[in-house]
């Protein structure tokens, strides 16, 4: 059964809540009860809906999860379907969409990939994640490349989208989205011409 509109809105408010003290404490002290004060409910209200702090971690990132998932969709849907090179720059702009380049998405990816290491939970959505990501590039670079260099290809792509989210979240000034995802781009790029015949 689907929650009721007033249950959904109440669960993102409460994830909301969540992000800005992620931000502002880190998730070793984004406690409930801050939570909750920043909410504006009570603690029981989060105990309600999402049990105890773990599953509010867990709703959390399954909440970035599918506002990524979201954004890349929404980029894919501007391109058609034979357009390889344009599916694989949609999916590199959705990974650097505002939705997991913000402060708060920023300092939360961090600390769930962090915890993820020790939290069975977080690391089978990280999984997920991961495996999405490749698999999306592999079925694009598939079209035009042998099976062994679309998986290479898929997996170099992938590992820089991730290292240069990374260094942009743990750069002061922050993240540069446009000269992530050129870089990214340009990667593709020279992936997708590499078995473009001669004089094509």
């Known amino acids: 059964m689907q929650p009721s509109p007033m249950a959904s ?3 993102r408010q409460l994830i909301r809540a969540t992000l800005t003290a992620i ?7 984004a406690t409930i009860a801050r939570i909750a004060r920043l909410a504006g ?3 029981g209200i989060i105990s309600h809906y999402f049990g ?22 929404e980029q894919r849907r501007k391109i058609p379907p034979e357009d390889v090179a344009g599916h694989v720059d949609a999916i590199i702009d959705g990974n650097f969409d505002s939705s997991q ?7 939360a990816w961090l ?10 939970a977080l690391r089978r ?8 990501l490749y698999a999306n590039l592999c079925h694009q670079f598939r079209q035009v490349l042998p099976a062994n260099q679309a998986r290479d290809a898929a997996q170099s792509v992938a590992a820089l989208i991730d290292g240069l989210w990374l260094r942009g979240a743990l750069t002061p000034e922050g993240i540069d ?11 593709a790029r020279a992936w997708l011409e590499s078995h473009r015949p001669t004089g094509t």
């Open 101 to 107: 380049t913000n402060v708060a998405a920023m300092r």
């Open 41 to 43: 409910v009570s603690s």
């Open 52 to 73: 105890d702090k773990a599953g509010l971690m867990e709703a959390t990132m399954r909440y970035l999860l599918q506002q990524l998932g979201d954004a890349v969709a």
């Open 125 to 132: 959505l990280q999984r997920v994640n991961e495996r999405r």
């Open 9 to 11: 809105g109440r669960r």
């Open 23 to 29: 931000h502002q404490y880190g998730m070793a002290d």
């Open 177 to 187: 989205i446009e000269a992530c995802r050129r870089l990214a781009r340009d990667n």
């Open 111 to 120: 600390e769930f990939w962090a915890a993820s290491m020790h939290q069975p």
